[in-house]
């Protein structure tokens, strides 16, 4: 069974949500730092695609075989997108650190 493709761009379309970060005062300085750092390179320093499924999965906890199914992707094309995102925040985080 073939899956029908959709991009990003029609999910955008779609009303796809808007990720809220939360860079609340309450928390300590350095955390906030660091939330803020890492908010900047999931918007700036990951693809679309790897940006919706870490969002998804961390922020929505959504199964990654409930995001592949809505992306039309195979369950380890999202885990690598995941892995990937996971990598490239953790080199920018150490840079701050």
């Keep these: 069974m073939r899956h029908k493709l959709i991009s990003l761009s029609d ?19 350095e955390i906030l730092r660091m939330k803020k750092i890492l908010n900047k390179a999931i918007i700036n320093e990951l693809t679309d695609r790897q940006r919706y499924c870490i969002c998804e999965y961390y ?9 592949a199914g809505e992306l039309s992707l195979n369950p380890s094309t999202v885990t690598r997108h995941i892995k990937s995102a996971e990598a490239r925040l953790k080199k920018i985080a150490s840079c701050y650190m």
């Design 59 to 67: 922020l929505n906890g959504r199964s990654m075989k409930n995001i």
């Design 11 to 29: 999910l955008a379309e779609k009303q796809m949500p808007k990720y809220d970060f939360d860079c609340s005062e309450n928390n300590s300085g």
